[in-house]
Each structure stands twice: as C-alpha cells, then as structure tokens.
C-alpha cells in the first residue's frame, strides 16, 4: 500500500526472512566484524597511526587502500549475495575525483550504498562522512570509522563547529583522494519529522517539502568554505528505495530492499555561489529539485537517464573477498595459535583503538 503524502510503500517485504536468510545473514555479519578487527589490528593500525607520524599523504594512502578492500565486501553482500538491484542514473561520472557529496538521509542505511558509487569510481577507500557521534562510539566499526577519518557530529553547531572545522583543515591537500559525504537534513526521514518540518517551513516562507526533509546550511557551508580550493565537483545524490525502505537487519539478512536508486548530479565548484547567504538559497533550491525528482521516482518507479553504471564484476569481487579471507584466517590462526605475544599485541592494540576513539585522538607529523 502507497502513501501518498510521504511517497513510500507499506507492505510485506520483498523477500520473506527464512532460516537459511537468517543463517546467512548471521555468517556475512560475522564476516564482516572479524574482517573489520583483524585488518585494524594487523594491517590498519601501523599505517593509520604510526605512519601518521612521518606522512598524513602516505598514510592515508595505505590506510584507504587497506580498509577500501573492506568496503568493498559490501557492495559485494548488497548486489552479488543479497541480489539487490542498484540502479544509477544521472550523469557519469569520471573516477577518482575530488568530490563533495550532499545526498538525502530516506533511512538509516543510505550512506552504505554510496559505497557502491564509490566501488565503482576506484574511490572506496577515500569515502568519508560526516555522522553523529555515537556511531564512533561502536566497538570494531567505531575504530574503522575513527582511523578512516569520519568526521563525527553531536547534531548541535555550537558543539560541533570547532570539531568540523579542524579536521576539514586538515582534507586540503589535493594530492590526498578524498569522497566527504554530507546528509544536509541532519538526520533521517521519517513522517514525523516531515510533518516538522512542513509546518516549520510554512511559518517561515520556505518550501513546503513531501520527500524530504529543510537541509541545514552550516555544515554544508563549512565544508565548501574550507575545502573549495581543492575539490573537483559537488555531486548531489539522490536515493530512492523500490518497495521499503531498508533498515540494517534489512540489507544484513537479504529481506529489502529490491532495488535501491540512486541519481547523481554533477556540479561545477563555478555553478556554486560563495557567500553564506546565497549558499542557503543554492542548497534550498537543490532540496526543493531533489523533493520533485523524488516524486516523480515514487509515481513513476525509476529516476531519469537510468543506465550510466555498469554493473559490479563478479570477478573483481570474488578475488577481493578471498584475498580478505586469507588474510583474515592467517591472523586468526597467529593470534589463538601461536606465540602469547601475539595476543598481547592485538590487546594493546585494541586498548589503543578503543581510547583513541572515544577521546578523538589523532597522531600529528613529527614534522609538517
């Protein structure tokens, strides 16, 4: 069944959960963790935080190598086991460029399938977000995220503006391959925040909004204010969900969603206004295109100019979760089976992790 005032679909899931999707699901997520632990403690750590020391460039570069190979086991779980069709549409998109990428926030996995765009582009392993801050708080993904240089928000600017800032100052150097993603609304939507929002915008002369929510500009504004020297473009990318949305459980056991769509924009830095002003006007504006493309995608079922993505090789993938495999599997077997120091290693490590984390440390070159 259709809402139609919040353009998305009620019903029975598109796969049902049987046992064996469950088994699966269950088995990709324990995958997905040690794959996560071992390659922080064994491969991760030297290059994230030792190499810091001497080359923020250098290692960033193994640091992204090294956890790209892990991202990648998603889009592998999505499209290839789970067999969820992504469809892009929109403009190509040349690979490895600088970009910032402003995106609507349906649920609470969106930011996973821009690995998929990423995957594609040779750029997984410089994707970057901006999140709340008690998803760094997780155990194992709350490290990945730390040493990939998530940029973690409490939602509130006055908390937030010294932290954003410091680390956006630090993502200049053009030399440095860099994806930063932002959600513009601040959090996901949902029909109650929607119906806030609504009644926010009609009291204060602004666009009234069915699919998504008023994006907030201070977030968006920093980081073009400090990074738009080095970026090649902004891409606007806009998520649609055949059928429900999907929650994590969702992607993990293969239940929703079906087909997941994403439309992407390409803008030139030149088409984008400087001023803090006439920014607001610029992002509201593309908010209020993003509200019709997604109307148009929930009475219609795809976005415009679908096709421009190749599908994922199957080959490609194969030999990259095999490759994570065996390295897993070799340090599994070093940490239970062979010299104690070896499990005195992965605890300090994880010590390290855990507090590095939770305060926000992050090593600075001994020279700059």
């Given at each position: 069944?259709?809402?139609?005032?919040?353009?998305?679909?009620?019903?029975?899931?598109?796969?049902?959960?049987?046992?064996?999707?469950?088994?699966?699901?269950?088995?990709?997520?324990?995958?997905?963790?040690?794959?996560?632990?071992?390659?922080?403690?064994?491969?991760?750590?030297?290059?994230?935080?030792?190499?810091?020391?001497?080359?923020?460039?250098?290692?960033?570069?193994?640091?992204?190598?090294i956890?790209?190979?892990?991202?990648?086991?998603?889009p592998?779980?999505?499209?290839?086991?789970?067999?969820?069709?992504?469809?892009?549409?929109?403009?190509?998109?040349?690979?490895?460029?600088?970009?910032?990428?402003?995106?609507?926030?349906?649920?609470?996995?969106?930011?996973?399938y821009?690995?998929?765009?990423?995957?594609?582009?040779?750029?997984?392993?410089?994707?970057?977000?901006?999140?709340?801050?008690?998803?760094?708080?997780?155990?194992i993904?709350?490290?990945?995220?730390?040493?990939m240089?998530?940029?973690?928000?409490?939602?509130?600017?006055?908390?937030?503006?010294?932290?954003?800032?410091?680390?956006?100052?630090?993502?200049?150097?053009?030399?440095?391959?860099?994806?930063?993603?932002?959600?513009?609304?601040?959090?996901?939507?949902?029909?109650?925040?929607?119906?806030?929002?609504?009644?926010?915008?009609?009291?204060?002369?602004?666009?009234?909004?069915?699919?998504?929510?008023?994006?907030?500009?201070?977030?968006?504004?920093?980081?073009?204010?400090?990074?738009?020297?080095?970026?090649?473009?902004?891409?606007?990318?806009?998520?649609?969900?055949?059928?429900?949305?999907?929650?994590f459980?969702?992607?993990?056991?293969?239940?929703?969603?079906?087909?997941?769509h994403i439309?992407?924009?390409?803008i030139?830095?030149?088409?984008?206004p400087?001023?803090?002003d006439?920014?607001?006007?610029?992002?509201?504006?593309?908010?209020?295109?993003?509200?019709?493309?997604?109307?148009?995608?929930?009475?219609?079922?795809?976005?415009p100019?679908?096709?421009?993505?190749?599908?994922?090789?199957?080959?490609?993938?194969?030999?990259?979760?095999?490759?994570?495999?065996?390295?897993?599997?070799?340090?599994?077997?070093?940490?239970?089976?062979?010299?104690?120091?070896?499990?005195?290693?992965?605890?300090?490590?994880?010590?390290?992790?855990?507090?590095?984390?939770?305060?926000?440390?992050?090593?600075?070159?001994?020279?700059?």
């Open positions: 069944m259709e809402d139609s005032a919040f353009g998305i679909k009620q019903g029975q899931r598109h796969r049902p959960l049987t046992p064996l999707r469950v088994i699966r699901g269950v088995l990709c997520l324990i995958v997905l963790v040690s794959t996560a632990f071992i390659l922080l403690v064994y491969c991760g750590f030297w290059p994230a935080i030792v190499l810091r020391f001497f080359s923020i460039h250098h290692s960033r570069k193994i640091t992204g190598f956890f790209g190979s892990w991202i990648a086991l998603w592998f779980l999505f499209e290839k086991i789970n067999k969820t069709k992504v469809v892009f549409s929109g403009d190509k998109v040349p690979p490895k460029e600088r970009v910032l990428l402003i995106a609507n926030h349906r649920t609470e996995v969106d930011w996973m821009l690995w998929d765009l990423a995957l594609r582009k040779g750029c997984e392993g410089c994707i970057k977000y901006i999140l709340k801050s008690s998803l760094m708080k997780l155990p993904f709350g490290w990945v995220f730390h040493v240089e998530f940029i973690p928000v409490e939602r509130k600017w006055e908390a937030d503006e010294l932290t954003v800032r410091r680390m956006l100052s630090t993502f200049k150097n053009p030399r440095d391959p860099l994806w930063l993603a932002v959600f513009p609304e601040g959090t996901d939507f949902t029909e109650q925040k929607c119906l806030r929002s609504q009644k926010y915008a009609s009291e204060n002369g602004l666009p009234v909004l069915k699919n998504v929510l008023l994006p907030k500009i201070k977030g968006f504004y920093a980081c073009l204010e400090n990074l738009r020297g080095s970026l090649d473009a902004v891409y606007d990318i806009t998520i649609g969900y055949r059928q429900n949305c999907p929650s459980l969702d992607n993990a056991f293969g239940v929703d969603p079906s087909e997941v439309h992407v924009r390409r030139s830095l030149d088409d984008i400087t001023t803090n006439k920014v607001s006007s610029w992002l509201m504006s593309t908010f209020t295109l993003k509200d019709q493309l997604l109307s148009e995608f929930y009475s219609k079922g795809h976005f100019c679908e096709g421009v993505e190749s599908e994922l090789s199957m080959v490609k993938c194969v030999v990259n979760f095999v490759f994570v495999m065996i390295l897993t599997g070799i340090c599994i077997f070093l940490t239970f089976f062979s010299s104690a120091w070896f499990k005195f290693y992965v605890s300090l490590v994880c010590v390290y992790l855990a507090t590095a984390t939770y305060f926000d440390i992050r090593p600075s070159p001994f020279v700059a």
